[in-house]
T-cell receptor, first 114, second 115 residues
Framework: AQSVTQLGSHVSVSEGALVLLRCNYS??????LFWYVQYPNQGLQLLLK??????LVKGINGFEAEFKKSETSFHLTKPSAHMSDAAEYFC????????????FGGGTRLMVKP | GAGVSQSPSNKVTEKGKDVELRCDPI?????LYWYRQRLGQGLEFLIY????????KSGLPSDRFSAERTGESVSTLTIQRTQQEDSAVYLC?????????????FGDGTRLSIL
């Protein structure tokens, strides 16, 4: 069984500050890991994915995430927050078995202060 | 190209009524998924289709929930005798093959409110 934990249901940063959203996972097999962003009243948009290639993954909108097997973590970062980054962020894991069902964390709402 | 399309975008209905939610996946995507997102929570998996078959129905919360897919395209999620706890956003996603390294592409969801 897989699980995903996102520490901090709400994170607030100032515009221009570092964004760090935490994700820890458990999986019995090498996982595939994803970060999605959800803007109000919209579906989920893929930010980036880890699929066993480079451990540092670059995504859209200046976001990146680093897979650390020893820490079972896949934290999302962005060097400088923009107001437009305010949204809800979800970390998800798949074990790659048939169907690729995603298990999601509870989400982190990012607020950006001017 | 067009993304995943869901209809209706909003549905308000009375407790006890049946509802049908529709999903049009990205053309050519063989895998299709339904998830439920309750207010302030993450997504929970409901059901997965590969082609028109549903090998994994483990997430359906009760026998009031059913889903089908036809023509390896459109899918409908049906909820019978709706209850207030069914109120949620229902999200559909598709992926090209269902393989583990393939990202899922999501629609904007159907917001279901049960009065």
């Amino acid at each position: 069984a897989q699980s995903v934990t996102q520490l901090g249901s709400h994170v607030s940063v100032s515009e221009g500050a570092l964004v760090l959203l935490r994700c820890n996972y458990s999986s019995s097999v090498p996982p595939y890991l994803f970060w999605y962003v959800q803007y109000p009243n919209q579906g989920l948009q893929l930010l980036l994915k880890y699929t066993s290639a480079a451990t540092l993954v670059k995504g859209i909108n200046g976001f990146e995430a680093e897979f650390k097997k020893s820490e079972t973590s896949f934290h999302l970062t962005k060097p400088s927050a923009h107001m437009s980054d305010a949204a809800e962020y979800f970390c998800a894991v798949s074990d790659g078995n048939a169907g690729n069902m995603l298990t999601f964390g509870g989400g982190t709402r990012l607020m950006v202060k001017p | 190209g067009a993304g995943v399309s869901q209809s209706p975008s909003n549905k308000v209905t009375e407790k006890g009524k049946d509802v049908e939610l529709r999903c049009d996946p990205i053309s050519g995507h063989t895998a299709l998924y339904w998830y439920r997102q309750r207010l302030g929570q993450g997504l929970e998996f409901l059901i997965y289709f590969q082609g028109n078959s549903a090998p994994d129905k483990s997430g359906l919360p009760s026998d009031r929930f059913s889903a089908e897919r036809t023509g390896e395209s459109v899918s409908t999620l049906t909820i019978q005798r709706t209850q207030q706890e069914d109120s949620a956003v229902y999200l559909c996603a598709s992926s090209s093959t269902g393989g583990g390294n393939q990202p899922q592409h999501f629609g904007d969801g159907t917001r279901l409110s049960i009065l």
